[in-house]
């Protein structure tokens, strides 16, 4: 060792107190990676959360002061950017500590921001929801998404690719377990509102877009529930009237239960981190030569490595490939409800939505470990070839599939859609588990811990761009859908509906009162529901970002050899 260990109040956490001793099994340390990355994870079901934050004080249908969509996505853009932010700034601090320091102020801090989240639910502060949600859970993804990962690699030199996917495997198939764990907790502390009577029997009034009823205690605001929103309440419901502020999506017990639980599994998972010792190597294993010249046998400085046109290269990738990905994820059970819950409203119900993200989840991870691990053998330039060039043409064929299906429903566009879509989350999924061997190719695996937590900038980057582009364009195509549907509908038809003339369709929208679906109920026949093509334009600028990374990874080269760090020999041993 080449410092005496640190006898602190912490030392058991610090890196050098952790190294493992002659016959330890390198199988026991990713169990602990995936433990930490499923819990993490979680995120990628955030759309799970997005019905429920968005009717917490309507619960079976959106109220006037009810969060937006918009507003309620960005929670989850806030906390992937601190992730990448995270990640950059712990990087050093990862080479120095080692992986159970970082773990285990990773499971207070995403813990933690459950807890806070839970209490801005509760008193509906969408700030604190932001902070604890967002900004300190955001902290703990990025402190637990970067832990594992520059230990597997030492621990697995001869399968980088493996390592790094086991590394991240687990983090694709966080929403996996996350997504019905979470339905299932909203459905068993949710609470219906109180119900007034039948649209027909209760006289309601309209002020400011807002809905108010008469009832023995004075004027109450209201939301009116179709068949359908009423039948999603605990127990089922009626359609008709219900009282806004009575009932409880009981999103904010969910968000308790899980931070507890998360806390207690992240905290095991660092304490069974383990780094090898110093100049260990797998039984048997001899470093063969490499088969390309993008893997080197040098290293690079982690400051070094941010002046290489490499890093930027690979910046640009991972963030064009993540933005390409990551807004569709955070919609993605809304999505799947507006593109085919319209046409096809047999098949696809709530519970398919929630199947969907589900299987989002499988495929995330699946192709995490898949194409990692396929990248030992094509190398990692040609893999993300496959990501760009096909990824690009199934972008492409998502609205095909989603207006096709539109005005011809049909199983055939469905399943298209679907298949695309799955496809697509699997190489979003196997980007992330490449790119750290990518790394360890092109800098060695010196400081590839620090390198790749730098990298993660470009996650917080696409954290941004992706929520952006598809909240901002698809609001814009409501918006446009709205205009156009109320022009198309009889003037007498609107006011008796809505309770007030066209001319206030800009307030009764911003209320919630008007919708595209409402304006659906009274439109003349023929009228062909615009609902499905919300994200078409999405799609194709998607595609073009694909086709910018593509040209990035093609250009690609080896790095120069005036960044080589003086000490090319072997890589300094984790405890150094």
């Not at 900004?135 to 998404?145: E, K, N, Q, S, T």
């Not at 983090?171 to 997504?179: K, P, T």
């Not at 989603?402 to 566009?413: H, K, L, Q, R, V």
């Not at 334009?537 to 250009?555: E, H």
Request: charged share 10%.
């Amino acid at each position: 060792m080449s410092s005496a260990p640190n006898r602190g109040p912490l030392s058991f956490l610090l890196k050098e107190n952790i190294v493992a001793g002659p016959g330890f099994n390198r199988w026991l340390v990713p169990p602990a990676s995936i433990a930490i990355h499923l819990c993490i994870g979680s995120v990628y079901a955030w759309s799970v959360f997005n019905p429920a934050l968005t009717r917490q004080l309507g619960v079976v249908s959106p109220a006037a002061d009810d969060w937006s969509l918009t507003s309620v996505v960005w929670i989850f853009s806030v906390a992937i950017v601190f992730l990448g932010l995270a990640a950059a700034f712990a990087g050093k601090w990862l080479e120095k500590v080692g992986p159970r320091m970082v773990g285990t102020v990773a499971a207070f801090c995403w813990g933690g921001g459950f807890l806070i989240g839970s209490a801005g639910i509760a008193s509906h502060q969408l700030w604190l929801v932001y902070l604890g949600y967002g900004a300190l859970g955001g902290c703990g993804l990025g402190l637990g998404y970067v832990s594992p990962v520059s230990t597997l690699l030492r621990w697995f030199p001869d399968r980088r690719g493996m390592a790094t996917g086991m590394a991240i495997m687990g983090f694709g198939g966080g929403a996996m377990i996350a997504a019905p764990v979470k339905g299932w907790l909203l459905s068993i502390y949710a609470k219906a509102p109180e119900y007034l009577g039948t649209r027909e029997a209760i006289d309601t009034v309209i002020e400011g877009g807002r809905v108010f009823a008469q009832t023995a205690n004075g004027m109450v605001e209201v939301v009116i529930a179709s068949a359908s929103q009423a039948a999603a309440l605990p127990g089922g419901g009626e359609a008709g009237v219900y009282v806004v502020g009575t009932g409880d999506t009981g999103a904010s017990s969910t968000f308790l239960t899980l931070g507890i639980v998360y806390f207690i599994v992240m905290i095991i998972a660092s304490f069974s981190y383990r780094v090898p010792a110093e100049g260990w190597k797998p039984e048997g294993w001899e470093p063969k030569p490499a088969a390309s010249c993008l893997i080197t046998k040098n290293h690079v400085h982690i400051d070094q490595a941010l002046k290489t046109p490499q890093f930027w290269q690979l910046w640009v990738m991972l963030c064009f490939n993540v933005t390409a990905g990551i807004g569709v994820i955070g919609v993605a059970k809304t999505m799947m409800s507006e593109i085919y819950g319209t046409t096809m409203p047999l098949i696809v119900t709530a519970a398919f939505a929630s199947t969907y993200v589900l299987m989002i989840s499988v495929f995330n991870m699946v192709g995490r470990f898949f194409w990692a691990s396929t990248s030992d053998f094509i190398g990692r330039k040609n893999t993300y070839h496959a990501f760009f060039i096909l990824g690009t043409i199934l972008y492409l064929s998502i609205p095909y599939f989603a207006t096709a299906g539109a005005a011809n429903p049909s199983m055939f566009y469905l399943i298209g859609f679907y298949v695309a879509t799955m496809i697509i989350f699997s190489m979003y999924g196997g980007g992330f588990a490449t790119i750290p061997a990518y790394l360890a190719d092109m800098f060695g695996t010196m400081h590839v811990g620090g390198i790749h937590g730098r990298l993660l900038t470009a996650w917080s980057t696409a954290g941004v761009l992706g929520p952006l582009a598809i909240t901002s364009l698809r609001q814009m195509s409501v918006n446009n859908a709205i205009t156009d549907l109320a022009a198309k509908v009889d003037a007498q038809a609107f006011e008796t509906a809505f309770g007030a003339p066209v001319s206030q369709l800009d307030a009764l929208v911003s209320a919630k009162t008007v919708t595209i679906a409402k304006l659906m109920e009274i439109a003349p026949q023929g009228i062909v529901d615009p609902t499905p093509s919300l994200y078409n334009t999405t799609m194709y600028c998607m595609a073009g970002l694909l086709v910018v990374a593509f040209f990035a990874n093609l250009l690609i080269r080896p790095v120069g050899s005036h960044h080589h760090h003086p000490e090319t020999g072997a890589a300094p041993s984790p405890a150094e």
